[in-house]
């Protein structure tokens, strides 16, 4: 299957990054490059695109569609690492960061791949092919930390119930598909929980956060991106589920914050200024017409920040 991703918001995303011509940019998740080559199209032969990814399907397909453009550079490594790729490439300081924190097309729809309940395939759900799989954690953890997942990562209701489900299943024998596993989740559903048009994707979203250590990797790579930027450069993210808008609208607004003196305080003590600015106060969504094309996108919010 070939690697495919609807590029979300992709003006939108151009838009914010304000590119120049001979500029340094990262595209931190290159996935089917549809960003990179929008940012690769408008740099020159003095600009660099260094655009990553840890998947390496996504790196394969990215070296090819990004061959004709002399500024990109692909390579393989998760976002958070970053400053170290910069490092290597002999690159102090950049001009703007993309981050689309989004699944892929092609990993939803490759069964193999194991990251989504509509294809049956093994329960893997690893981006980089690398580390602990879904199908470790799920037969292996205990009820009380599978629980704990699908609480806080899936901001799921009937967590305890389906951990409780889980554990009884693999009693019996190994839990090592996704279908075995969407089955688990409704039985330990109510029936009118199970009747909801997807009563299995809280509990995927969960599982693919904790086998990628998503949420941690977000706060550092948040916070590389933003060392690495120039005065003047802008940092772009996209995000698709409440927890990752929520880290990023927090560190936002942490870089933006001036004075933290208590309110009481008639004159500033504390001296704190502001490192950041919001270009947008309220996220962006997409256009209706998008919305039409691509229903993938209904959750992607766009949160653009510039750096003093």
Not at 27 to 41: C, K
Not at 243 to 249: A, G, N, P, Q, S
Request: charged letters at 25%.
């Amino acid at each position: 299957m070939e690697f495919s991703h609807f590029s979300v918001m992709l003006p939108e995303c151009i838009e914010g990054l304000r590119i120049r011509p001979d500029g340094v940019y990262i595209d931190g998740t290159a996935g089917g490059a549809g960003h990179s080559s929008a940012i690769a199209s408008r740099l020159s032969d003095q600009g660099i695109l260094l655009a990553l990814d840890q998947d390496p399907d996504a790196i394969e397909t990215a070296k090819k569609r990004l061959e004709v453009y002399p500024s990109a550079r692909v390579i393989q490594a998760n976002f958070s690492e970053m400053r170290q790729v910069a490092a290597a490439q002999q690159i102090e300081n950049v001009d703007g960061v993309l981050l689309d924190l989004g699944v892929s097309s092609f990993q939803l729809d490759t069964a193999e791949r194991g990251f989504s309940y509509m294809h049956d395939g093994n329960l893997d759900m690893r981006m980089s092919k690398q580390g602990i799989s879904a199908r470790e954690i799920v037969n292996t953890y205990s009820k009380e930390e599978l629980e704990r997942i699908f609480r806080e990562y899936g901001e799921e209701r009937f967590s305890g119930s389906i951990a409780a489900a889980i554990v009884r299943k693999r009693q019996e024998q190994e839990i090592s598909t996704t279908f075995a596993l969407a089955d688990i989740i409704k039985s330990a559903m109510p029936a009118k929980a199970r009747r909801e048009k997807n009563p299995c994707k809280r509990t995927f979203q969960a599982l693919r956060i904790a086998v990628n250590a998503e949420l941690d990797r977000l706060s550092d790579g948040l916070d590389a991106a933003f060392e690495l930027l120039a005065p003047g450069g802008r940092l772009v993210v996209l995000t698709f589920h409440s927890l990752e808008d929520r880290i990023v609208k927090q560190r936002y607004q942490a870089w933006c914050q001036g004075c933290v003196c208590p309110p009481d305080f008639p004159v500033c003590r504390c001296g704190h200024q502001p490192k950041a600015k919001l270009i947008t106060r309220k996220p962006l969504l997409p256009s209706e017409t998008e919305l039409a094309q691509n229903k993938r996108s209904q959750s992607a919010k766009l949160r653009i920040l510039e750096k003093l």
